[in-house]
């Protein structure tokens, strides 16, 4: 499987952008960039997905690299509930997803 | 949206009993459903894979007789957790996904089961 790397915890201001790295330079061809969210004592939670080109949703935006190599979660206005672990997963097709350790969000009031 | 229901939430069981965790798709069909333990402050760990109509796939080093798990519909599968001892405490967390035949599709995750074994 490719592997991902992330940092292992960021901080952010609330009402303030955040952009979550994520390196992935094995990434193949095929492999769709996913990320989801776990908040505490919950089951992760999907965020978005991509391939190539950026993509935008209600919760997030992607931005991937043009190599393919890194991407980069970003959430707009980050809220206190923006607190939680992100996971950057490759993925091909409908395989299993294998997480990883994740980026662990504290958001600062 | 598609909704991933895990029953119960929690529970309390004593030493060398069996404990069964259901997760159900509310509004969309799961011919595969995957099962996940969490400890804490640690990841998710993929126990296997459940397929409907059909026998399990474990991962490595995950006892099958241990963690029985049956995929009875194509909306339900349950995971026992038998003769259970301290160290099977932990998070359990199902997942499926609503569209199986769409390329990529994501996974939507049940709340998780709280497993607590005295």
């Known amino acids: 499987d490719a592997k991902t790397t992330q940092p292992n915890s960021m901080e952010s201001n609330e009402e303030e952008p955040v952009h979550l790295p994520c390196n992935h330079s094995t990434i193949s061809g095929t492999d769709y960039i996913h990320w989801y969210r776990q908040l505490p004592s919950q089951g992760p939670e999907y965020v978005i997905h991509g391939l190539t080109s950026n993509v935008n949703n209600r919760m997030a935006s992607l931005a991937i690299a043009e190599d393919r190599k890194s991407s980069t979660l970003i959430l707009h206005r980050a809220t206190l509930r923006d607190a939680a672990v992100y996971y950057c997963i490759l993925i091909f097709g409908n395989e299993k997803l294998t997480f990883g350790t994740g980026t662990r969000l504290t958001i600062i009031p | 949206g598609a909704v991933v229901s895990q029953h119960p939430s929690w529970v309390i069981c004593k030493s060398g009993t069996s404990v069964k965790i259901e997760c159900r798709s509310l509004?969309?069909?799961?011919?595969?459903m995957f099962w996940y333990r969490q400890f804490p402050k640690q990841s998710l760990m993929l126990m296997a894979t459940s397929n409907e109509g059909s026998k399990a796939t474990y991962e490595q080093g995950v006892e099958k007789d241990k963690f029985l798990i049956n995929h009875a519909s194509l909306t339900l599968s349950t995971l026992t957790v038998t003769s259970a001892h301290p160290e099977d405490s932990s998070f359990y967390i199902c997942?499926?996904?609503?569209?199986?035949?769409?390329?990529?599709?994501?996974?939507?995750f049940g709340n998780g089961t709280r497993l607590t074994v005295t």
């Open positions: 997942s499926a996904r609503d569209r199986p035949s769409s390329y990529n599709s994501p996974l939507h």
């Open positions: 509004d969309f069909q799961a011919t595969t």
